[in-house]
Nanobody
Framework: QVQLVESGGGLVQAGGSLRLSCAAS????????MGWYRQAPGKQREFVAG???????NYADSVTGRFTISRDNAKNTVYLQMNSLKPDDTAVYYC????????WGQGTQVTVSS
């Protein structure tokens, strides 16, 4: 079993920045992929960014150039640096880890005011 705990969400004005963290604990196997998803009210959960154990990254088109995903394998932690935030980025952000199984965190709210 793997536990994921997100932190760093909050309220920010448009154009501002936030940094999300997600700490994983438990039976973490490598290689794995850690990622961030988000779900806005009334919408489906969508992919934001992902990073492999080796550091390969990919991003949704909507966040490319504004968000940066990184990870610290020694701490089993993944980060999401979010810059130039827009009201459309408002959502609950979830991290996950995919190794031998898929696990999700409980989510952290990000609200961007205009």
């Amino acid at each position: 079993q793997v536990q994921l705990v997100e932190s760093g969400g909050g309220l920010v004005q448009a154009g501002g920045s936030l940094r999300l963290s997600c700490a994983a604990s438990g039976n973490i196997f490598r290689p794995n992929v850690m990622g961030w998803y988000r779900q806005a009210p009334g919408k489906q959960r969508e992919f934001v960014a992902g990073i492999s154990s080796e550091g390969r990254t990919n991003y949704a088109d909507s966040v490319t150039g504004r968000f940066t995903i990184s990870r610290d394998n020694a701490k089993n932690t993944v980060y999401l640096q979010m810059n130039s935030l827009k009201p459309d980025d408002t959502a609950v952000y979830y991290c996950n880890v995919l190794g031998v199984a898929l696990f999700w965190g409980q989510g952290t709210q990000v609200t961007v005011s205009s």
